[in-house]
T-cell receptor, first 111, second 115 residues
Framework: GQNIDQPTEMTATEGAIVQINCTYQTSGFNGLFWYQQHAGEAPTFLSY????GLEEKGRFSSFLSRSKGYSYLLLKELQMKDSASYLCAVILTGGGNKLTFGTGTQLKVEL | GAVVSQHPSWVICKSGTSVKIECRSLDFQATTMFWYRQFPKQSLMLMAT?????????EQGVEKDKFLINHASLTLSTLTVTSAHPEDSSFYIC???????????FGPGTRLTVT
């Protein structure tokens, strides 16, 4: 089966930096997405990694190591509005390129 | 661009009735649409994948006779929850993908409550 793990909850301080890890063991890999989801809303796209390395986009960066089955999302200069659930999702090869989501990390940003 | 809508945004129905949820891609042609279910404080669980003009592919454990999916056009997919029961109460989210990329664009979700 597919296994994608993330920490359940994290707490950080406004203005700080936080790293959310994601490890995966899947049959096939076509890339990894990070999504942000506020309560009661649909996920919104943050990043997509298919090659090893760091992708930077403003306050958000995402890293991938395919050999280690590992990714992280780095959030800088945290703001209160960053309090949300962060989901990593792996695209599996074949089968319509469907996404398999991790367990999700609930991030709480405090003053 | 790449906007996906869902209707209704919330619905309350009585046990035993059927509910239809629509998912539309507003500004692109969606070759593939996906239906997810999400319980409170849990991640998204893929229910089925549908391609325009063909039968949906259901994930293991999802009853295809209970969750009817139709993808009649490149911009519309529907999910019908038949003979709904209280345990079907959940947040249902669709997503759509064009032919050009792997990225899925998510609809705003439908909150279903079965009483």
């Amino acid at each position: 089966g597919q296994n994608i793990d993330q920490p359940t909850e994290m707490t950080a301080t406004e203005g700080a930096i936080v790293q959310i890890n994601c490890t995966y063991q899947t049959s096939g890999f076509n890339g990894l997405f990070w999504y942000q989801q506020h309560a009661g809303e649909a996920p919104t796209f943050l990043s997509y990694n298919v090659l090893d390395g760091l992708e930077e986009k403003g306050r958000f960066s995402s890293f991938l190591s395919r050999s280690k089955g590992y990714s992280y999302l780095l959030l800088k200069e945290l703001q209160m509005k960053d309090s949300a659930s962060y989901l990593c999702a792996v695209i599996l090869t074949g089968g319509g390129n469907k996404l398999t989501f991790g367990t999700g990390t609930q991030l709480k940003v405090e003053l | 661009g790449a906007v996906v809508s869902q209707h209704p945004s919330w619905v309350i129905c009585k046990s035993g009735t059927s509910v239809k949820i629509e998912c539309r891609s507003l500004d692109f042609q969606a070759t593939t649409m996906f239906w997810y279910r999400q319980f409170p404080k849990q991640s998204l669980m893929l229910m089925a994948t549908s391609n325009e003009g063909s039968k949906a592919t259901y994930e293991q454990g999802v009853e295809k006779d209970k969750f009817l999916i139709n993808h009649a056009s490149l911009t519309l997919s529907t999910l019908t929850v038949t003979s709904a029961h209280p345990e079907d109460s959940s947040f249902y989210i669709c997503s759509a993908r064009g032919a050009w990329a792997y990225e899925q664009y998510f609809g705003p979700g439908t909150r279903l409550t079965v009483t």
